[in-house]
């Protein structure tokens, strides 16, 4: 089998089980509908890659890419208390270079300085994460335990032949693109539970989720849900952004319920620490909360290292400023103190940290623009030097990195932005929130940023960052996290196709195949969103046997004009190529034409056929 | 004032009050807040412009571009039985070229032939229309009455300062563009309900939206409602689709209650005058139908005169076929009869009959693609060169053309569709379906679509067909109506800043500037959709002082980045350029440290104040 280079979302059990009850059409071609939970099988039994399985009326088997995690299969009994299967453990403890150790002890300014606070919403679960007890891991001997180390030794781990078989490539290209710091392979050793993903210009352009509570709303339970339903829809990644109390619960809950690498900006944290009093933060109180996130098992961190002091006054002038949340807190340290960040003073310190556990940087754009008015400004792209500068430096230190990007751009200055990128950062991934390509629209950022995705990931962006009707207005709830996650899948496959990315199309064609004859069942089933396309099509045609009924609502049973287009088919398709348009051709037509008056000129047949 | 180049929904009555309702900001500004719908005078008192006119709190007003017509003017009585006040009457009479005439006599077929049977909803509406009686008008001598003649002929007609008025421009910029077929004004002198606007790269982006009963669902009454609510979300033109029964009923109505340009199909209904046997099809009927339509007031028709007999074969081995309802109706008439098609034989008759009401040519693509496997194929780009033929003729009998364009076209592939029209058909405006950049999300056709339409209008693209979220699946409902239009107008605005449009950023300085300011209610009223943002700003925040604290749900009270980009303007935005990154800039900056100490190094201040 194929893993045709592709998304959906990945059904639950009760969904899944409706789907494959027979049906209509199921009837009509005698074979079982629907999809199920697949595994291609590596080089070693425990090298099993997830695909969605679509089983076409055709008889014809679609694998779609699955991120969605052993939540999905029906054989796997998934306890949100226990956490998942450490899939990865003996992949890390066979190279036999990591070793476990009690760790940093734990305190109560980890949840917050009031993380006793009644708010804040432990609801329905403990605090305290109950699974299997634990100790962290880290590099035995200090010597970097990354996969760009790896790759560069040229061994082929198997979270790369793993990603291998996910992108269908050979795994000497996942070690050679690691390799050259042009993509990364995020997989912290102490969160085994991950299925291996990769991030960088030659494979699928990737989309990441935010989740994350803050002092105002919402709560852990929420936070572990939105997490699980981003990766059904298919985020390949999940950020968490938590500012409020319980920080580290909720960290840890994810964590070990997460089927994809996590991110998050422990800045956000560290300022918890000190009650959010920005200029009371110290390199000390940073460095512990990395360490604190890196023994959870966070696999990717997003630094603010480039927002030096001397690049705040360029921000004076703007329109908005600085919108970045981390920018903005080094901003007012440097203030504070009149001194250089100390992320970028304490830079090479930081990476032999992030080295030591495979924790891959994301090196953060905290001058990023917040409205078209700011893009592409001299502050925006003096920060972009010294990521270039400190992308180099941690490559050094054997640490993967990918550079953050903005942002609100308009259309006609979003090329610059990659260009720049992969020329000042020798072509490390770039991962971008949207762009936004206009302010004007609140409610319906997901849309104004996804035109700007679709078109910076055509150019060479390997990660999108996704954006929720909510951005700029309050928290994603649920379904926000659905429409952000569906529609930066879209943005990303349509850059995949204009990528030419081997394989790409193969779902467009196979869903327009279904389309263009009628197999309704197929057409959902092969939808980025079959719920949606099914509840859509139901609510004009809500008939069973329209599902097969050979004309759709746009056009009535009266006339199809795909039924046209299926006669002309059946009457020039016939295996020769079709004809030129010249003089022979045409005379070639009379011919046809009174065949076709001997069907007594009918060009599409009743309904009751 | 300024019309700023912009678009916002005009809102209903009762909305407006709530919105001009005083609350907490209002008390603050002590001005009234909110918007109203104002007017821009032009040379003489019976032209004036509509605009949406929003009132700042800081007392500054933002004039945006209005399509909502006279529903969103409180001191104007509307009726939908009575119709819209004929605005363009006086005008179209003063020039005397024009007469009106018995017209052609009403038949039972022109609703289809089964318009007695009790489905295709009549509920609520009788099927007649009963506004005001009037006879049609056309041409007093057979010359043509079109914009474009009088532009030729160097006149600046009342529409033309209208449009001008409305785009910021000087009229004779419009003269000129009309006069070169580079832009069209649609506007029959038959509908003279509707508000002179212009389709045209050089102008703002445009946006339609199309409205239809089908034999399968809605009612007249659903339409009518249909138009007036895209058109209140921004949409420039309508088109009636409409297939089913009383389609000639639904249409008057339609044209009645309009104050936007409505185009039509007139193949659909000659199709209903044969019950759907399209080879029944003949030069007579369509002429018939074309005619009635003209004189109901249709401003532009699209006419699939370029699927010549020999261009059909070029479809046989295509994944979809041919996807255009009325490409595949010339398609099985060409087959059934083995004859060039009727449109591409009459076309300069057609021209005749187009020139004496003033309807624009929209020249179908019946073979757009209709998959991302056939974009830019030979059946597409043959066909595009024979609508480049018809073009040049149409001008030549001074009928105003623009050219319909794709369909399903991967990102890679847009550009050269706009730049092959541009050159072929002699920089007519080009009117493009989305295009869909992917094919396999049904149920999110208007994002997959949204992102080609704002692709292809930054490279110069005139007019965007919208695409609902039920495209594939169903017919759109009120919902979908307004996603599909906001989502366009989000392209359209895109596009327009791209383009560097005139003025084309105020709009989105001034929501900026608003959000950085924290001037929540401003934010809502500058927003393409208010009750949107607002609803979603009040799912979080529900209390009144929430919209004008100064954090927002994203970061909480504790900590906010716009507070401290405040500070950092308030410290080095004084009116002095922005320091440049030099040891001088820093070496400055100490002194700033120190007040900044001195401050309590607090960079933003309590809620309280």
Redesign the interface.
Known sequence: MTTAD?R?PASGRNERNARNAPDASDREAGKSIGWHKGYVRGSRPDILVPVRQVHLTTGRDVALYDTSGPYTDPSVETDVRRGLAPLRENWITARGDTEEYPGRPGRPEDDGLKHTAPRGGLRNLDAVFPGRPRQPRRSRDGRPVTQLAYARRGEITPEMEYVAIRENVLPEVVREEIAAGRAVLPANVNHPETEPMIIGKRFLVKVNANIGN????SSIEEEVDKMTWATRWGADTVMDLS??RNIHTTREWVLRNSPVPIGTVPLYQA?EKV?????ELTWEIYKDTVIEQAEQGVDYMTVHAGVR?????????????????G???M??WC????KESFLYEHFEELCEILAAYDVTYSLGDGLRP????DAND?AQF?ELRTLGELNSVAKGFGVQTMIEGPGHV???KIKENIDLQQEICEEAPFYTLGPL????????DH??S??GA??IA?WGTAMLCYVT??E????P?RDDVKTGV??Y???A???D????HPGA?E???A???A??EFRWED??N????PD??R???D???PAEPAKTAHF????????C??K??????E???DGA???E??EV??AG??A??EE??VRG?R?YLPLAD
Chains 1, 2 share one sequence.
Not at 370 to 373: D, E, P, R, Y
Not at 472 to 475: D, M, N, S, T, V
Not at 497 to 500: D, E, F, N, R, Y
Not at 552 to 559: H, I, L
């Open positions: 592709a959906t803050s002092a105002v709303t500012t409020g300022l009650d959010g009093r920005a200029e002091l001397p690049y705040v006054p360029l921000t004076a002038r703007r329109k908005t400023g600085i919108v970045s949340r920018g903005s807190i901003a007012a203030l504070a103190h009149h917040g409205s078209i008015a001299e003096a308009p259309m006609h390509t206009t302010d004007v629209a609140p409610g319906y849309i104004t996804g035109i679709a078109m055509w009707p909510k700029h207005l309050g928290l709830n569906i529609t899948r879209i943005a496959h349509a850059a196709l204009a990528k030419g199309q779902w467009d064609d869903l327009s195949d389309r263009f057409q959902f092969l939808a980025l969103d949606t396309a509840e859509f099509h609510e004009t045609l759709c609502s746009m056009c009535g049973p009266k006339f004009s795909m046209i287009s299926r006669s002309i088919n009457k020039y398709g190529a079709p004809p348009y010249d051709a045409v037509m009379k046809k034409s076709f008056a000129n060009v």
